[in-house]
């Protein structure tokens, strides 16, 4: 493993909670339906495409419409919904900060573009950050390989310099392929003690 110059976070699930069943109860309440049918109700591929860019919100709420079977549910209804996703901080910003004098720090995440319009006034930790790579400005998203290719060009490192912190295994995975070095994010006190045992500074 080379010196780590360049740490990558994950955003959602990493940075803040996401409440998943707080946007599953809502809509199962606005449809009169139960939490296991708006659950099997999600288009993901569809949503994978929106999180591609290759679709605007409007177009993907006709879609989640059309597979809820709820056709009389607004977009405002959708919206706070969307809304509902999105938790509280936690403390995993803190050490981000703690970071950010001796690391280039970049975020590296699917997104779309409502919710970045949305959370960027709410989160500072987004104007803190060096860098910023999103799924919907690239036309792809994790765990394709070449959204880590990108976040890699941009930042100016190689794998061998590169730290990236995700929740989900399956893009940790393809990071590790690629040479990146990897921490599969639980909690922020795991990951500040992984981070310890990579001899990050700046962490006591």
């Not at 998943?20 to 139960?34: G, I, R």
């Amino acid at each position: 493993m080379g010196k780590i110059t360049t740490v990558f976070f994950d955003i959602g699930g990493v940075l803040f909670d996401l409440q998943l069943e707080a946007t599953v109860d809502y809509l199962a309440e606005k449809c009169n339906l139960n939490r296991d049918q708006v659950g099997k109700s999600f288009p993901l591929e569809v949503y994978f495409e929106f999180e591609r860019g290759r679709m605007d919100e409007t177009s993907f709420f006709n879609h989640w419409r059309k597979t809820l079977g709820c056709n009389d549910i607004s977009d405002a209804d959708f919206t706070r919904a969307w809304d509902l996703l999105v938790g509280e901080e936690l403390p995993t910003v803190g050490i981000l900060e703690k970071l950010l004098p001796h690391y280039q720090i970049w975020l590296l995440s699917n997104t779309n573009d409502y919710h970045i319009r949305t959370l960027t006034p709410q989160f500072l930790f987004f104007e803190k950050v060096h860098g910023k790579i999103y799924s919907y400005l690239e036309g792809c998203r994790k765990p394709e390989p070449e959204i880590f290719n990108l976040a890699l060009e941009r930042a100016g490192v190689t794998p061998e310099e590169s730290l990236f912190i995700d929740d989900m295994q399956v893009n940790v995975d393809q990071a590790r392929k690629m040479g990146i070095t990897t921490i599969h994010f639980t909690t922020p006190e795991e990951l500040e003690i992984e981070l310890k045992l990579l001899g990050l500074v700046g962490l006591d």
